[in-house]
């Protein structure tokens, strides 16, 4: 009798120790996606900033103080430029990087940007990744803060890097590709 209550007791005893654990890994639907605190998420995707007509996604708002300048300083164009997987703008989408970039700089051609990335496709959809900071688009590289986000990228932080891939020099219009590394 006394033996049996003690199988008993050990048995209930082994079945909630399992189901602790279970719960334990299991975590909640964001978390398996999440980066470890050692390990930032890597984004890639190509930016397209389309100016010339029809249907352009970036506009200029403001005109250049010196329209003969170089350095565009002044200038304020408003974008919602897509973000796709491949360079094509037929490849898959991603989302769309929604924001202004503005001449800031009177000696050379330097924006600030700022700018949502807006994640509507994979695993990160309805996520958004704020960055901000200073685009000299004529450099090869361009690095950018990563200063938030929401969603899966919920205290967010990084860093974006930008390199342009084509520039159509006739109309202005460009295919920028991003790599952004995010700790969230
Ligand atoms: C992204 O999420 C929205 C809203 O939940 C959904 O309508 C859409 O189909 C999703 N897109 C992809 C590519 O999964």
């Known amino acids: 009798m006394v033996a049996k209550e003690v199988v008993v007791i050990t048995l209930i005893v082994a079945i909630l120790v399992a189901v602790a654990g279970a719960a334990r890994t299991e975590g909640g639907p964001g978390l398996a996606r999440r980066g470890s ?7 890639h995707f190509y930016f397209h900033d389309k100016v010339s007509k029809p249907s352009p996604s970036a506009v200029r708002v403001v005109d250049p103080v010196d329209p003969s300048s170089r350095s565009f300083f002044g200038m304020v164009n408003i974008m919602d430029d897509a973000l796709t997987e491949g360079p094509e703008p037929e490849s898959k989408p991603m989302g ?15 924006f600030l940007q700022a700018m949502n990335l807006v994640l509507t496709g994979g695993p990160y959809n309805g996520s958004v990744v704020t960055v901000l900071g200073r685009n000299c688009p004529l450099d090869d590289v361009r690095e950018m803060p990563v200063i938030g986000g929401t969603g899966d990228f919920r205290f967010a932080s990084g860093y974006a890097q930008a390199r342009t891939h084509t520039l159509d020099i006739k109309t202005g219009d460009a295919v920028v590709e991003y790599n952004v590394y995010v700790m969230h």
């Open 37 to 43: 605190s050692s390990a930032p998420t890597h984004l």
């Open 96 to 110: 769309r990087a929604q924001g202004m970039y503005m001449g800031s700089d009177q000696a050379k051609l330097g």
